[in-house]
Structures are given as structure tokens and as C-alpha cells.
């Protein structure tokens, strides 16, 4: 059984398009999180959802709407995408964001490119 | 502000050598955890180790360890004999305390390329 999972795997749009990553969890963890992997493989946090409550949202650019249904899930809708939103998108999750002993698990990524 | 620092892009190391990995990392929290992680070329986020900022004993997860110097601020990864599987990036990381808690930030990762 796959812990974190999303979908798609890949994803290719045209500038513009509306898109969405899902991702859920089966490890009963609270709190969930969105990176972004760029081409130099620089990961950076971009939003924390702990039992479906936003706790970060680190300077993201409002075209990025994360919403998490209920505590497994924790999607990314991203409209009007840009060239430079191509990245891997990585979903994780971790057992109590309060605790600062806790590893987060990660999805394997999504590789969007935008053309 | 908490930041995490990998000084060695890339390293090469021969098969069955020991291999040091380095981070230093930078925080004003007490109460803190040190995570590794592994992204081989297939791009998951694999974790390796972690050690928290009270624990006296080096954290230890079969062929890799933790070398955790508190005073300077390192926590450097030795794998030791290492093996063809272990080529792969590198990451160091770190999950404070209060607002620091809710995110693990990450270093800029090191490239390890093992030769046969």
C-alpha cells in the first residue's frame, strides 16, 4: 500500500491552463504539505495543512489554491499557469506538525511542465 | 531565521568506501530534529535518519549514521561501505520548535556518485 500518493505523475499544459494535483495519505497523519522541487532541485515549502486548517502559506503566489477535503487529502489547483511553475510538486505528510521529532513521508512527485 | 547548509554539490567515492556527507545548519530553537533524505534519480523523497537536538547518542540506521556535533551546529551523514544504490541526491533538513514546527526546510542537497 502506497503511504502518500499523487496523481498525476506527469503533467504537461500549455500556458494558461487551470490544473490540479491530488494527493492523499493512508498513514493517518494530521498534517499534510505541499513542496516545490525546482530544476536545481532546491525544495521549498509551500503549504502546511494541519487536520484541513492552513497553517503556512510561504509567499505563494495566489494562483496556487491548495484545499484539503479532510484530513487524508490535501489537493493543488494551480490556475493560469506560467513557464517558470514548471517543477516537481511534491505532497508529504507528517503524524503532528507540533512535534518537531516528526520525519515527514513524501508522495513521488509530480513533474509539471508548462509550454 | 532557520537555514540549512550542504557545502559539497557533488561527490564522487568509490564502491565499499566510507562516504561523509556534510550540513551545518543554523537556528535560534532549542528543540529541534534532524532529518536525511535521499532522492534517487527516479525522484522519490526517501528518509534515512533522524536526530533530535536532545539526543546524546549519535541517531544510527544500519549502514548510515548521524554525526551530530551540537556546539557547531553539523549533523553530517556517513554511509558507510557503500554500495552502487547508494548514487543519489543528498538532502539534510530540519523541523524547529512554535512557528518553525509546521515545515521541514531543506539544504541544497549533495549529488553522491559511487564508481564501481
Known amino acids: 500500500d502506497t503511504a502518500v500518493s499523487q496523481t498525476p505523475k506527469y503533467l504537461v499544459t500549455q500556458m494558461g491552463n487551470d490544473k490540479s494535483i491530488k494527493c492523499e495519505q493512508n498513514l493517518g497523519h494530521d498534517t499534510m504539505y505541499w513542496y516545490k522541487q525546482d530544476s536545481k532541485k532546491f525544495l521549498k515549502i509551500m503549504f502546511s495543512y494541519n487536520n484541513k486548517e492552513l497553517i503556512i502559506n510561504e509567499t505563494v503566489p495566489n494562483r496556487f489554491s491548495p484545499k484539503s477535503p479532510d484530513k487524508a487529502h490535501l489537493n493543488l489547483h494551480i490556475n493560469s499557469l506560467e513557464l517558470g511553475d514548471s517543477a516537481v510538486y511534491f505532497c508529504?505528510?507528517?503524524?503532528?506538525?507540533?512535534?518537531?521529532?516528526?520525519?515527514?513521508?513524501f508522495g513521488q512527485g509530480t513533474r509539471l511542465t508548462v509550454v | 531565521a532557520q537555514k540549512i547548509t550542504q557545502t559539497q554539490p557533488g561527490m564522487f567515492v568509490q564502491e565499499k568506501e566510507a562516504v561523509t556527507l556534510d550540513c551545518t545548519y543554523d537556528t535560534s530553537d532549542q528543540s529541534y530534529g534532524l532529518f536525511w533524505y535521499k532522492q534517487p534519480s527516479s525522484g522519490e523523497m526517501i528518509f534515512l535518519i533522524y536526530?533530535?537536538?536532545?539526543?546524546?547518542q549519535n541517531a544510527t540506521e544500519g549502514r548510515y549514521s548521524l554525526n551530530f556535533q551540537k556546539a557547531r551546529k553539523s549533523a553530517n551523514l556517513v554511509i558507510s561501505a557503500s554500495q552502487l544504490g547508494d548514487s543519489a541526491m543528498y538532502f539534510c533538513?530540519?523541523?524547529?520548535?512554535?512557528?518553525?514546527?509546521?515545515?521541514?526546510?531543506f539544504g541544497s542537497g549533495t549529488r553522491l556518485s559511487i564508481r564501481p
Open positions: 533538513a530540519m523541523r524547529g520548535t512554535y512557528s518553525s514546527a509546521s515545515k521541514i526546510i
Open positions: 508529504a505528510s507528517s503524524q503532528d506538525f507540533s512535534r518537531w521529532g516528526t520525519e515527514a513521508f
Open positions: 536526530q533530535g537536538s536532545y539526543d546524546e
